[in-house]
């Protein structure tokens, strides 16, 4: 449970099609179970729960009033209201097939057909983008809506029971943005025949001198200096390593040099996080998975286990490879963001503990959703001022749920010509992630 100091019974009355919440006051919160009605309409669909995925105009955005308060939510199942009575209060939505249906990824666990050309659920099948809540924690909203109708039939306010947390996170996709030579012409390549822009090739030309005259780093190795501006706010950095080795698919560097290991080394000193970022190919392929955790284990010693991290390309597909990672015995895995848009692809920015669809059990695993990538934000948000003003309301909406807010920065995007714009910002978001004006008081 998220709030301090409640105590309630819950009963789910089949007869009456109601989930009963009741409180030690006497007093009862009704949720109207709208998925007991649909069992024998959905009877043909071959899964064992009920249901259906709604459709777009089922999608409704309501309000509830409470005391002159109102509080926007997302109707997914059952009717958007509610009807308060003297010791009653019973709402027409079914929050908690609304909850499910989210927390769960119902909709991609029943669609393995839907892939876009990385084999990922594409973000514009899913009900969130179509029907444009992706940037709306409906089940945050949800748990915002029990605090608020138990508070007034306790006439106490309930407070939550969860602080605000942030996570910094970077996915070490490449060390060297300039080695081997050849990957350093292209670029160089790029910068002229892509980007057209004859300044940008100098730039690349000068690091690529001085990189392998070793006397500068190379503009990916800026691995200090995100753990510098993670300090400053108080917080230690995420590293996820790929551990790839030569010859297979998507190699970009071996783990087992010692150049990356004594990047992971300096990290590890510095009291920072080191984490797994599982390859390209992993998914389908739990023998590879393991090859590759087992490596990093292996560089990181038995005294530091290695319990977190997040699939390369966001390459999630469910349940398999929540069943991956759960198998793998890790405890936490963040690759639950949208591609292209920032948001809450599971409807909440709260860690949570995965319902596996297939097996119909919980699992050990916890999922940290994602919610900002600076690569979809860009996307979405091309223009540095929107850019910026959108992760501020990212911020802001996560802290408004005493949530958590996890930020994914590759170390790639920081010494980038395409970044050098929005990567000027990086400092000051890390410091408003931390020093945001706490809405609480707003609720
Ligand atoms: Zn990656």
Not at 123 to 129: H, K, Y
Not at 188 to 205: P, S, W
Not at 220 to 228: G, L, N, V
């Amino acid at each position: 449970m998220y709030f301090k100091d409640v105590h309630l019974e819950f009963e789910v009355d089949e007869q009456t099609e109601i989930y009963k919440f009741k409180l030690d006051n006497g007093k009862e919160l009704h949720i109207h179970d709208f998925t007991a009605a649909c069992d024998e309409n959905f009877a043909q669909i071959s899964t064992p729960y009920p249901g259906e995925i709604p459709k777009i105009d089922q999608v409704q955005f309501a309000t509830l009033e409470i005391d002159n308060e109102s509080l926007p939510y997302v109707s997914l199942f059952g009717q958007p209201g509610f009807e308060s009575f003297e010791n009653k209060f019973h709402l027409h939505t079914d929050i908690i097939a609304g909850s499910f249906f989210m927390l769960s990824g119902f909709e991609e666990f029943m669609q393995p057909e839907v892939k876009d050309e990385h084999g990922r659920f594409s973000d514009e099948a899913s009900l969130a983008v179509q029907a444009e809540f992706t940037h709306r924690p409906v089940v945050n909203e949800y748990i915002e809506m029990l605090r608020r109708i138990m508070s007034k039939l306790r006439d106490k306010p309930f407070a939550y029971l969860r602080e605000y947390r942030t996570f910094v996170t970077h996915d070490v996709d490449e060390i060297y943005r300039l080695r081997p030579l050849s990957k350093a012409m292209k670029r160089l390549g790029g910068d002229l025949l892509v980007r057209r822009n004859l300044k940008e090739a100098f730039i690349t030309l000068k690091q690529t001198v001085l990189s392998f005259l070793t006397v500068q780093k190379d503009p990916a190795d800026i691995f200090d200096y995100f753990m510098d501006v993670s300090e400053k706010y108080g917080l230690y950095s995420h590293f996820y390593f790929i551990c790839g080795r030569p010859g297979e698919e998507d190699f970009q560097y071996d783990i087992d040099s010692p150049k990356v290991k004594n990047i992971i080394q300096n990290i590890r000193s510095r009291r920072h996080h080191i984490g797994f970022h599982a390859s390209y190919g992993t998914p389908g392929d739990f023998n590879q998975f393991t090859t590759e955790l087992k490596r990093l284990q292996k560089v990181c010693g038995s005294d530091q286990k290695i319990t977190e991290g997040r699939q390369h390309f966001l390459r999630l597909r469910i349940p398999d490879v929540w069943q991956d990672w759960d198998n793998a015995k890790l405890k936490v895995d963040s690759s639950m963001g949208y591609h292209n848009y920032w948001g809450f692809r599971r409807g909440i920015c709260y860690e949570y503990p995965v319902f596996d669809l297939a097996k119909g059990e919980k699992l050990n695993l916890l999922e940290r959703p994602l919610i900002v990538m600076e690569v979809a934000l860009k996307r979405q948000f091309p223009d540095p001022k929107d850019f910026k003003n959108q992760f501020f309301e990212a911020v802001n909406t996560v802290r408004k749920y005493d949530g958590d807010f996890v930020l994914l920065w590759h170390n790639s995007n920081i010494n980038h010509p395409y970044w050098r714009e929005h990567a000027a910002f990086y400092e000051e978001l890390v410091g408003f992630m931390t020093t945001a004006i706490d809405n609480a008081e707003d609720r």
